[in-house]
């Protein structure tokens, strides 16, 4: 059975930083997209930031040039650098994993990111 492990969340103040990572424990292969969404009390779930396997990576237009997003393949682990945080960046961050061309899909149990200001 696949599960997505996260780390790294917290409090930090405005303007810091943090690294969160996600792992895959378990018998996953061909892991076509590593993401990284949010959900903020009262509001949807929203793409933050995904990375291939070829490595192109996609991020929303409010972390471009603040956070970035890291893949390393042999561990089956995704990395988010955030930078600059501001506090409307305060939410639960989920890791997601497509596999197998899109066949199976893998959520982590979340992570809160608070940040004050």
């Known amino acids: 059975q696949v599960q997505l492990v996260e780390s790294g969340g917290g409090l930090v103040q405005a303007g810091g930083s943090l690294r969160l990572s996600c792992a895959a424990s378990g018998s996953i292969f061909n892991i076509n997209v590593m993401g990284w969404y949010r959900q903020a009390p009262g509001k949807q779930r929203e793409l933050v930031a995904s990375i291939t396997g070829g490595g192109s990576t996609n991020y929303a237009d409010s972390v471009k040039g603040r956070f970035t997003i890291s893949r390393d393949n042999g561990k089956n682990t995704v990395y988010l650098h955030m930078n600059s945080l501001k506090p409307e960046d305060t939410a639960v961050y989920y890791c997601?994993?497509?596999?197998?061309?899109?066949?199976?899909?893998?959520w982590g149990q979340g992570t809160q990111v608070s940040v004050s200001s």
């Open positions: 997601r994993f497509v596999a197998g061309s899109g066949l199976y899909v893998y």
